[in-house]
């Protein structure tokens, strides 16, 4: 990759259409997509809109790679607001010297990524910056989706009782990528649980219409996804340790690092609240989609103190669980 | 700035809540906006989507710094299409160190250029990374727009007879940017022209019911445009040297340089393709607008040969205007 193939001519033009037009769009990227807004006409329906630059490090990591990440994400956005994700933009900021060869396979997971989210990468741009600007890729996706009338969730809406549910084991992201680094010497079979969640998101919401609110847990992890829920909805929220999915690699990665597992990003897993009477039938509905196999109850929300996240201890203590307050991992996603 | 500010826990939230919720929406930038789609649900009417990085070096420059740059790149590559812009999302890699007033004076450029282009920045995202693991910050804008039932301007519409106008002096931003790297030691009193072109763009389209398309003339500037455009419509386009407007300041540097104005890049200015029947009335209607004050005819579409642009020189000489080939100035936007 030279300075060239971002300067705006023909150089440019190739790259975009050697690697970026064949894989996404048919018509290649325009600079403006221009779509059918059908789906957004209906009366009551509301637009949803996102966006998140990923700067992970490695770019590829065992289970995925920044293309991976930079389409599950936003399309996870969209998801745990109850939007349908529609449509994707994709922005591209590479280094001078990166191998056309890891772009393309950047770009080849985008779109498989996308193809099983159901969502199409419409529009996108290229940047190039000279040796030590920039870091390899940079991937900047943003996303529009749709929220069908009538539907609201939002962390507001949670309400003391609301069971709390996770889509499966936690960490595995954050563990991944301190592994694949490769300075601490970890030797894992780690994967990264990167995996668009909107499938998943339908599923709950058919079987909980009362769902109040969902979050994916990525920089921050769980705790810093819960904080954020309680303080949201002035409630408190307590989880107990003993139901945690933890798998035990990831909690002996942390044991010897002294991470706390709460903190660890995940890519693929979400928190979602639902009235107690809905439990059983979102569990049930989650476990039948492949992403939401390991749905356990981890929690609930109680009265308070009101945006006090509290876990209750192996050994019948209780802790408070903080928002993260310094950097647990920098460029994990 | 440290790489907690980028950690997803407090430190991330507080930056977020001080540098960005004052300057963009009262209630925040939430990981997904929410918005009333009324002026898409007219039937006929279309979303229009675009992305676009911006690097550019110096970050800041006389005439405004990237924060400009990315608000009213992202609303002039809608306008162009004839979209209404709507939302802007904003997504920042930070490099670790950068300094807080910095970003503080970005955050306010972005908020003085939305408020003047009538869009909402609705949603956004802050990484932090190393440093030198990026330079100082990139900004990643998309934009949502709407098209309006019925209008439908694009280069492919473009016929013989039909008359090219650019909006004002050419080349402006190039040399501007050129000036302020410091290692030429060209000293100059050059404004970067950076404008949103929204506003002008709907006075067009009232005066010059039939305009046939508009590009932006950004990286490989006024040549690549053209080029683009005679290829997507199959038609040759004339212009005329002696009718492109060029400050005496642009024209000595270039010359000074062995660059070409024609592919310099402008960041407020775009051509306009108009049937000759609505000329005159399309100059009034931009020169009535402050972006369109210096509106000037420069040539005008022909029989072909079809993709190729030429220009008659001063000389009475014609010689053909390629796409630019290599890379004229690296981050330029």
């Known amino acids: 990759m030279t300075l060239a193939h971002g300067g705006g001519g023909s150089a440019m033009r190739d790259l975009i259409e050697e690697v970026f037009t064949g894989a996404f769009e048919p018509d290649g990227m325009e600079d403006q997509a221009r779509l059918e807004a059908g789906a957004l006409a209906e009366p009551g329906a509301r637009l949803a809109f996102t966006t998140d630059s990923f700067v992970v490090s490695p770019v590829e990591f065992p289970g995925g790679d920044i293309g991976t990440l930079a389409v599950n994400g936003t399309v996870n956005d969209l998801a745990v607001g109850g939007a349908r994700p529609l449509w994707l933009s994709a922005a591209f900021i590479i280094e001078e010297g990166t191998d056309f060869a890891l772009l393309r396979r950047i770009v080849a997971s985008m779109k498989g990524e996308a193809e099983r989210a159901g969502v199409r990468i419409v529009t996108g741009d290229t940047k190039v910056v000279g040796r030590g600007a920039a870091d390899r890729v940079f991937v900047t996706t943003s996303g529009v989706g749709v929220i069908p009338p009538g539907r609201d969730i939002a962390a507001a809406h949670i309400r003391p009782g609301d069971v709390a549910i996770v889509n499966g084991v936690l960490g595995d992201h954050g563990a991944c990528i301190l592994a694949a680094r490769g300075d601490l010497a970890l030797s894992s079979d780690l994967q990264s649980d990167c995996a668009g969640l909107g499938h998943l998101m339908e599923a709950i919401l058919a079987a909980a219409p009362n769902a109040r609110a969902a979050r994916d847990c990525t920089r921050g992890g769980l705790a810093s996804a819960l904080n954020e829920m309680a303080e949201a909805a002035g409630v408190g929220i307590e989880i107990e340790e003993t139901a945690l999915p933890l798998r035990a690699e990831v909690k002996g990665t942390c044991e010897l690092l002294g991470l706390d597992p709460l903190y660890l990003a995940n890519e693929g897993r979400l928190v979602v609240f639902v009235p107690k009477a809905e439990a059983q039938a979102t569990l049930a509905a989650m476990r039948a ?36 307050v310094g950097e647990q991992l920098p460029r994990i996603c």
């Not at 992403?291 to 109850?297: K, L, Q, R, S």
């Not at 009101?306 to 408070?320: D, E, H, K, N, W």
């Open 289 to 324: 989609v492949d992403t939401g196999a390991g749905a356990t109850i981890i929690g609930r929300a109680t009265e308070g103190p009101a945006g006090q996240v509290t876990m209750r201890t192996l050994f019948g203590g209780s802790r408070i669980v903080d928002m993260l």
